[in-house]
């Protein structure tokens, strides 16, 4: 389980010795122009870079940079900087992003041929376990698993929200979108 909380790494070390579930050290961090999960870090990736200034510290923390959510309008990175940067996989399914965006991550994920997350963007613990990766059997630390995921052997999979849920979602977020200057997260 990667615990990609927005620019905070707490979570990894407070559950990383459980006993029961493997989990990865990663962050979404909140570049200048939107969203990008870090895989296999090792310590806080500092908010607000550009993306290539957020890749590289990425990559500087020992982790890999995914393209998080590539067609969430407010958040995510958009198509061009997706295809434009060069990230080291894409979340190509997230179980807060709409069905048509879903898709389309997808598609984009596979035309660029590059490893594949899919992530819950659980912002409640009952929608933890929404957005998963399915991957081999056998693999016993954090370090395989995202070893297993940087060599494409991860099937992404995601429940989507339901239409009323979408719809409750757009607002609110549109209204703090307003609130922050119609700036990104």
């Not at 990383?16 to 961090?29: H, L, Q, R, S, Y």
């Not at 995202?146 to 052997?153: L, P, T």
Request: aromatic content about 8%.
């Amino acid at each position: 389980m990667a615990i990609t909380d927005h620019n905070e790494f707490k979570a990894f070390e407070d559950l990383k010795d459980n006993g029961k579930v493997i989990v990865i050290p990663a962050e979404e961090v909140s570049s200048k122009d939107g969203h990008i999960v870090a895989l296999g870090i090792d310590r806080q990736i500092t908010r607000g870079m550009s993306i290539q200034e957020t890749i590289d510290a990425i990559h500087e923390a020992g982790g890999y940079a995914i393209a998080a959510h590539p067609y969430r309008w407010w958040s995510g990175l958009g198509p061009r900087n997706t295809k434009k940067y060069d990230f080291d996989g894409t979340e190509a399914l997230n179980a807060r992003s709409i069905p048509s965006a879903n898709i389309k991550s997808l598609a984009l994920a596979k035309k660029l041929g590059k490893p594949m997350t899919a992530g819950s963007d659980a912002h409640s613990p009952e929608r933890v376990g929404w957005g998963y990766v399915e991957l081999p059997d056998g693999l016993t630390t954090w370090q395989e698993v995202v070893q297993a995921i940087m060599e494409g052997k991860a099937v992404p999979h995601s429940k989507s929200r339901g239409f009323i849920r979408t719809l409750r979602y757009g607002i609110k977020s549109i209204g703090q979108w307003m609130f922050r200057g119609f700036r990104k997260m």
